[in-house]
């Protein structure tokens, strides 16, 4: 698979560590195809499905408490 480089945009070949053409070091890929910006996105995403509703019921029940 032909990788491009994020500087020049040149055609490389794969395993390449740094542009032949501009000189730019790539960067290593991920193996998973999963990169640290996506485990953080993921992360946050099912914090976010499980922290909110958790934090409206633990509000609902504080202000039922407070009326009462």
Do not use: S
Not at 4 to 31: D, F, S, T, V
């Amino acid at each position: 698979m032909v990788e491009y480089c994020p500087k020049c945009n040149a055609q490389l070949p794969p395993g390449l560590e740094k542009c032949p053409i501009c000189g730019h070091r790539m960067g290593p890929k991920a193996k998973d195809g999963f990169t640290f910006r996506d485990m953080i996105w993921l992360t946050g995403t099912i914090l976010g499905i499980v922290l909110v509703p958790l934090l409206i019921i633990i509000g609902i029940v504080l202000l039922i408490i407070l009326l009462l």
